[in-house]
């Protein structure tokens, strides 16, 4: 059998279109090019970032993060952290400074995990035309109330958690279920 001579000059393109195709992705890769919920070190290698539906998803951004949201086109940054919780820096006047909105919806332990909140994040939400970023220190909480949200808007359980798990719903799936459980 003779071995197939591959033209470079096609295989590097091609190669390329591999790498961002979901089969193949790595997580960094997949996760800044296809989810809800996106890779902070990945958003800052790459230099840009797109909502999916509006909002995008993630665990604490740093400075550099954030003046990507911001040269992307993003209008807001919701942050679900609670004040006892450490950013590593003045994450308010990074915000503004960058002229982005900065809004305060603090989660803060199992009770924060509510249809009420996943209420609010919609109305904050559908306040914007342009993109926004909903955070928490992992987006654990944001995927919580996406899938709150989701069954607010008449998902069954399972694709309410489908959606969570996109936008970074994990250790909270328990809650979320129960929450869901008991709506019922």
Same mark, same amino acid.
């Given at each position: 059998?003779? !071995?197939?001579?591959?033209?470079?000059?096609?295989?590097?393109?091609?190669?390329?279109? +591999?790498?961002?195709?979901?089969?193949?992705?790595? &997580? /960094?890769?997949?996760?800044?090019?296809?989810?809800?919920?996106?890779?902070?070190?990945?958003?800052?290698?790459?230099?840009?970032?797109?909502?999916?539906?509006?909002?995008?998803?993630?665990?604490? !951004?740093?400075?550099?993060?954030?003046?990507?949201?911001?040269?992307?086109?993003?209008?807001?940054?919701?942050?679900?952290?609670?004040?006892?919780?450490?950013?590593?820096?003045?994450?308010?006047?990074?915000?503004?400074?960058?002229?982005?909105?900065?809004?305060? #919806?603090?989660?803060?332990?199992?009770?924060?995990?509510?249809?009420?909140?996943?209420?609010? +994040?919609?109305?904050?939400? &559908?306040?914007?035309?342009? !993109?926004? #970023?909903?955070?928490?220190?992992?987006?654990?909480?944001?995927?919580? +109330?996406?899938?709150?949200?989701?069954?607010?808007?008449?998902?069954? &359980? *399972?694709?309410?958690?489908?959606?969570?798990?996109?936008?970074?719903?994990?250790?909270? *799936?328990?809650?979320?279920?129960?929450?869901? /459980?008991?709506? &019922?």
């Amino acid at each position: 059998m003779r !071995p197939i001579k591959a033209n470079t000059m096609q295989f590097w393109p091609m190669l390329a279109v +591999l790498l961002t195709t979901p089969a193949f992705a790595g &997580d /960094t890769v997949l996760s800044a090019v296809t989810s809800k919920k996106v890779d902070i070190a990945a958003v800052r290698e790459l230099g840009t970032v797109s909502a999916v539906d509006g909002m995008t998803a993630s665990g604490q !951004p740093d400075a550099a993060a954030l003046a990507v949201f911001a040269d992307s086109g993003y209008a807001a940054v919701i942050d679900l952290r609670g004040p006892d919780e450490d950013r590593g820096f003045d994450e308010q006047a990074e915000v503004e400074d960058l002229g982005m909105d900065y809004i305060d #919806l603090p989660v803060i332990g199992r009770d924060g995990i509510s249809f009420e909140n996943a209420r609010k +994040l919609r109305e904050i939400l &559908d306040r914007y035309d342009a !993109p926004v #970023l909903v955070h928490c220190g992992s987006s654990n909480r944001v995927g919580a +109330l996406v899938a709150l949200g989701a069954s607010l808007e008449g998902a069954d &359980d *399972e694709a309410a958690v489908a959606a969570g798990r996109e936008a970074g719903l994990t250790r909270l *799936e328990g809650v979320v279920r129960e929450r869901l /459980t008991a709506e &019922d």
